[in-house]
């Protein structure tokens, strides 16, 4: 993935002008920066959700993401929610007790907690066919236990693909190392 003289504005508010960056394939990247820097606007340009208003921008390969927002379905099961992007039933609960959360398959995404459903929609997200993945905050909400859980199933899924994970706490980095550390 590539930014070439990328610049992006929000009306008067400048986000990036003539930003550059190359993220190596196969590595895992943390982007960090103060809040409002431009982290989820980089985010929202890779996935092309944004244009660039001048630059180049270039992305290969299928891309699969994690918003800041779980983006789950309340009203329907864990299960229901992981099948929306795999027919893999058995890789679906490997993952679900891998995350500590063997019990919850039937269990309506609404009834769950903010760390419980964080968990479902990093599972989710890993479930899907990518060659990048991107995410955003991924462990908001986590305690430790349950972040060194997630991070160990993330770094088994993503072996040998890119991963760009985005956020403002320095503790995660350290969980996710080696990775190559970009700050806006």
Known sequence: MEFRNVSKSYGAKKVFSSFSLTIREGRTSVITGASGIGKTTLMRLLLSLEKPDSGELEVRGRV????????????????????????????????LEKAGLEGE?????????????????????????????ILDEPFTGLDDES???????????????????????SDEYALLAPCDIIRL
Not at 152 to 164: C, F, P, Q, Y
């Open 147 to 169: 972040k060194e859980r997630m991070v160990s199933l993330l770094k088994e899924v993503i072996a040998g693909r890119t991963l760009i994970v985005i956020t403002h706490d």
């Open 64 to 95: 699969s993401a994690l918003f800041q927002e779980d983006r789950l379905i309340g009203n329907m099961s864990v299960k229901n929610n992981l099948l929306l992007v795999t027919d893999d039933e058995p890789m679906a609960l490997s993952m």
């Open 105 to 133: 398959w039937k269990s309506r995404v609404d009834t769950l907690s903010g760390g419980m459903k964080r968990r479902v929609a990093l599972i989710r997200a890993l479930l899907t066919s990518f060659d990048t993945m």
